[in-house]
Structure formats: structure tokens, C-alpha cells
């Protein structure tokens, strides 16, 4: 079992996207990405596709996922997020992990 939040901010063009995964035995996962982005819509969708995307690869199912953006959420899923195509293989992940 284990609890799981995601965060993304711009500074000077540039997402930080991170992600925290705290397992029941104490154990802690900490994730910190840069890339060349400034669309914070954007930059949360890919922290959220990051962390599904690390969830699914290690098969971690049981757990909860701490989300602040529905509307990020929503659009992932229906690929509405502008230039999102390009991370299409993590677009893929998070529908196989919401299902």
C-alpha cells in the first residue's frame, strides 16, 4: 500500500515536475525532473504521467494517488492538453492505471 502526490512549477521557462510515493513500511520514493516547458497545465499533466507511469513499471496497484488538478486529470485522459501527443507512450500508462 502506498500514498502518492505529484507537483510541477515553472521557473525561468523550465518545469520542475516531482513526485513522492510513501509505501506503509516507512520507505520513501523521490522524483525530481527538468524539461523545457512552460505550460503549467502541461507540466502537472507530466508529473501525474511520470507517476503512473513509475506505479505501473514497478506494478504498485494498491494505493492512493493525491491529485490537485481534475481539469489536468480530465484532459490526459482525452489527450486535450496541447502537445501531449508527444508523450503518448505516458498517456498510455495512466488510462491502463485508471482503469
Known sequence: MFVAYTDASIQ???SFLSFVIEFENGN?????????ETSSN?????AVLELTSFLSYYNFFKGILFLDLNA?????????VKGLEKYSKYCAALKEAGN
Open 72 to 80: 489536468v486529470i480530465n484532459s490526459i485522459r482525452g489527450k486535450r
Open 12 to 14: 525561468h521557462g523550465r
Open 28 to 36: 520513501v520514493v523521490r522524483k525530481r525532473i527538468a524539461i523545457d
Open 42 to 46: 502541461m507540466a502537472e499533466a507530466l
